[in-house]
């Protein structure tokens, strides 16, 4: 895990965008946008930024 490269879509900061298929099915894109300290629009692969904070396992596993 340590090893990991750090990127927006492993930040506590970012919210991950969803589409919907169907009416109980969502589909996660590669983007969303950080909260931190105001909202951006990221990519999962973007290079994180010094606000970076790692995201718990729990969350991880959505």
């Known amino acids: 895990?340590?090893?990991?490269?750090?990127t927006c879509g492993v930040c506590r900061h970012f919210c991950r965008h969803y589409v919907r298929l169907s009416k109980n099915k969502y589909m996660p894109l590669d983007e969303g946008h950080c909260t931190e300290p105001r909202c951006r629009d990221k990519k999962v692969d973007t290079p994180a930024c010094w606000r970076h904070s790692q995201r718990k396992e729990a969350e991880?596993?959505?």
């Open 60 to 62: 991880q596993e959505r």
């Open 1 to 6: 895990m340590e090893n990991q490269e750090k």
